[in-house]
């Protein structure tokens, strides 16, 4: 199946700082999502986007689907983006892949 | 809110014991994905239901089961529970196909 590699595993910030979270996939892919887990477990959705770039406030996306990675931007980062940062692919035969996630700290 | 309801919330059973969590997707979603997340496996898919047919299968247990409804709602059954099925128990829903898929709050599973 569908490896998707998440980088980095870890990451503590201070308030303000800018980030890049980087998500590497093995093969072809139909669909790609960002979602942010945050500290209560809650699943929220931040990006679909399985080709281009796209920009939400101070997050934004760009997916290179022939190279095979997606990159999420967080610019001007708060401690309320605290949590872990997952990507998800759909692969062929509607199989989900989720990434390893990126689990981002901000502190004060 | 995504518009994904999840129920229970939370719930605690037994070793041994069978539950049923239930899911009520978006309002013209077609689509049902249920995922596992535990701390040592991730998020792991399990299946997918679309307009009350099995459309794709993952990595789901011979002990759980799934269906979905004429109503387009979703449950979820385990039975004879492990220590290890211990997890949150998340529901998706979409339109189908290669669309963007959105997440109820999930059911934090403990057996004891």
């Known amino acids: 199946g569908i490896q998707v590699e998440q980088s980095p595993p870890d990451l503590i910030l201070q308030e303000g700082a800018n980030s890049t979270l980087r998500c590497n996939f093995s093969?072809?892919?139909?669909?790609l999502q960002w979602f942010h887990q945050n500290p209560w477990g809650q699943l929220i959705n931040l990006f679909y986007?399985?080709?281009g770039t796209k920009q939400n406030g101070r997050l934004s996306a760009t997916t290179v689907a022939t190279e095979r990675y997606s990159l999420l931007y967080i610019s001007s980062s708060q401690t309320t983006d605290s949590g872990v940062y997952f990507c998800?692919?759909?692969?062929?035969?509607?199989?989900?892949?989720f990434g390893t996630g990126t689990k981002l700290q901000v502190i004060p | 809110d995504s518009g994904v309801t999840q129920t229970p919330k939370h719930l605690i059973t037994a070793t041994g014991q069978r539950v049923t969590l239930r899911c009520s997707p978006r309002?013209?979603?077609?689509?049902v994905y249920w995922y596992q997340q535990s701390l040592d496996q991730g998020l792991q898919f399990l299946i997918q239901?679309?307009?009350?047919?099995?459309?794709a299968k993952g990595n789901i247990l011979e002990r759980f089961s799934a269906q979905q409804f004429p109503d387009l709602h979703s449950e979820l059954n385990l039975s004879s529970l492990e220590l290890g099925d211990s997890a949150l128990y998340f529901c998706?829903?979409?339109?189908?196909?290669?669309?963007?898929?959105?997440f109820g709050q999930g059911t934090r599973l403990t057996v004891v």
């Open positions: 998706a829903s979409g339109t189908g196909g290669n669309t963007e898929a959105f």
């Open positions: 093969d072809s892919v139909n669909n």
């Open positions: 986007i399985p080709s």
């Open positions: 998800a692919v759909l692969g062929g035969y509607q199989k989900v892949t």
């Open positions: 309002s013209g979603d077609l689509s």
């Open positions: 239901y679309y307009n009350g047919e099995e459309r």
